[in-house]
């Protein structure tokens, strides 16, 4: 199957600085999608790119598929932004089943 | 939209008891519904596909006696882990996609302590 790798595993960052996740993916994919797992553990549905450019108030995302990638922007970041980023492809006929990278683990401080 | 809840959040039962958790999309019709496991500090690993009206499909190692899944109606799954163990203490994630779409939505998760 496919393999997700995200990096890097973990982040801080201080109040108001942008930052940039990276998702690299092993093969060709039909679906990739960007979650938020907050502390709590609820998993917040952020982009849904499996090519192209899309933005959303200071998140954006861009996923090259010919070279097998995808990044994920965080601007002006925020104490709520913290929480675990996980990427998560599909490359099989089920496009909606999801293999998770291992995720990255920001910390925003004040 | 595509709001996604599960009950309960947390649930704590004694060794050799099983569990029931309900997975239910309050806003759309959820043709499939996946769901996860989770240990602390980890990805989340697909358990098992569940289709309403149709038997689920369990991943490779992961056994299908064990943890039951139940997708009754287009807006709910259950999902119950029989003879539980403690080594069945986890977070159980249910998500949910609408016809037609790929983007999955998550239910808020159940963190089951089995003692």
């Known amino acids: 199957g496919i393999q997700v790798e995200q990096s890097p595993p973990d982040l801080i960052l201080q109040e108001g600085a942008n930052s940039t996740l990276r998702c690299n993916f092993s093969?060709?994919?039909?679906?990739l999608q960007w979650f938020h797992q907050n502390p709590w553990g609820q998993l917040i549905n952020l982009f849904y790119?499996?090519?192209g450019t899309k933005q959303n108030g200071r998140l954006s995302a861009t996923t090259v598929a010919t070279e097998r990638y995808s990044l994920l922007y965080i601007s002006s970041s925020q104490t709520t932004d913290s929480g675990v980023y996980f990427c998560?492809?599909?490359?099989?006929?089920?496009?909606?089943?999801?293999?998770f990278g291992t995720g990255t683990r920001l910390q925003v401080t004040l | 939209g595509a709001v996604v809840s599960q009950h309960p959040s947390r649930v704590i039962c004694k060794s050799g008891t099983s569990v029931k958790i309900e997975c239910r999309s309050l806003?759309?019709?959820?043709?499939?519904m996946f769901w996860y496991r989770q240990f602390p500090k980890q990805s989340l690993m697909l358990m098992a596909t569940?289709?309403?009206?149709?038997?689920?499909?369990?991943e490779q190692g992961v056994e299908k006696d064990k943890f039951l899944i139940n997708h009754a109606s287009l807006t709910l799954s259950t999902l119950t882990v029989t003879s539980a163990h403690p080594e069945d203490s986890s977070f159980y994630i249910c998500?949910?996609?609408?016809?037609?779409?790929?983007?999955?939505?998550f239910g808020p998760g159940t963190r089951l302590t089995v003692t």
């Open positions: 093969d060709s994919v039909n679906n």
């Open positions: 998560a492809a599909s490359n099989t006929g089920t496009a909606s089943k999801l293999t």
């Open positions: 790119i499996p090519s």
């Open positions: 998500s949910a996609i609408r016809r037609g779409f790929y983007e999955q939505y």
């Open positions: 806003d759309f019709q959820a043709t499939t």
């Open positions: 569940s289709n309403e009206g149709s038997k689920a499909t369990y």
